[in-house]
């Protein structure tokens, strides 16, 4: 079984420029997450979907930052414009939302590394 | 109160010795307790997880412990190998009714395990 795709691994842009990251979820997986992942620290959730909705975005600086997932599978992660504190590891991940022993756990992505010159 | 807190930063045991990471929760509405590891250039993997109605956890050489009164918990690895130099990443989340779905995660700040052969 395929794990979360993340696409590009590494992306290096100038400040002010826009980036986008592209997240394809375990097939099945109704429910996607994006999180930021400072160098040192635990993860912290920017946005999660149910399906198309997404259902906890109090946390995406929605000033510069904007995310999408169309038809409830695929999805995507924009900034624009970037700053250099935007320089982190961005990581998406799905889970499975019903019944069995392990439903809901996270399967996390190898993430997306960001560096804002 | 939504912080976890993880101690120690980081962690060197030899081979064979156990390792011990400690973390402590405030919000006492947290009901699902997950332990991730992550290798480097790698998204993080569930590890074991427990739920505060059980005081202990075994899988294998891991273990977690749960002091539902002093809202802590703490992961044991038995006979630590090489193989578990990794970051751990301990975590607290409010299940919905019936466990099967899990929102906003909240992270530790990571522990840097090195094991030495």
């Known amino acids: 079984e395929a794990g979360v795709v993340q696409s590009p691994r590494y992306k290096i842009i100038e400040k002010k420029q826009p980036v986008a990251f592209w997240c394809n979820p375990i097939s099945g997986h109704n429910t996607l997450y994006w999180y930021l992942q400072n160098l040192g620290q635990g993860p912290e959730l920017l946005i999660r979907y149910e399906n198309e909705e997404a259902v906890d975005d109090s946390q995406l600086p929605k000033d510069r930052f904007s995310a999408e997932r169309l038809k409830g599978v695929d999805s995507t992660l924009k900034i624009q414009p970037a700053e250099l504190g935007d320089s982190a590891v961005y990581l998406c991940a799905s889970s499975f939302k019903g019944s069995g022993s392990r439903t809901g756990e996270l399967f996390f992505g190898e993430g997306s590394r960001l560096t804002v010159l | 109160q939504q912080q976890v807190k993880q101690s120690p930063q980081s962690l060197i045991v030899q081979k064979g010795g156990i390792s011990i990471i400690n973390c402590a929760y405030e919000?006492?509405?947290?009901?699902?307790f997950p332990w991730y590891q992550q290798f480097p250039g790698k998204g993080p993997a569930l590890l074991i997880a427990i739920r505060p109605d059980v005081s202990e956890k075994k899988e294998g050489r891991f273990t977690i412990s749960f002091n539902k009164s002093a809202k802590q918990f703490s992961l044991h690895i038995m006979d630590s190998q090489p193989g578990d130099s990794a970051t751990y990443f301990c975590?607290?989340?409010?299940?919905?009714?019936?466990?099967?779905?899990?929102?906003?995660?909240?992270f530790g700040q990571g522990t840097i395990l090195t094991v030495h052969p």
């Open positions: 919000n006492t509405a947290f009901d699902y």
């Open positions: 975590a607290a989340t409010l299940a919905n009714a019936g466990g099967t779905s899990y929102g906003k995660l909240t």
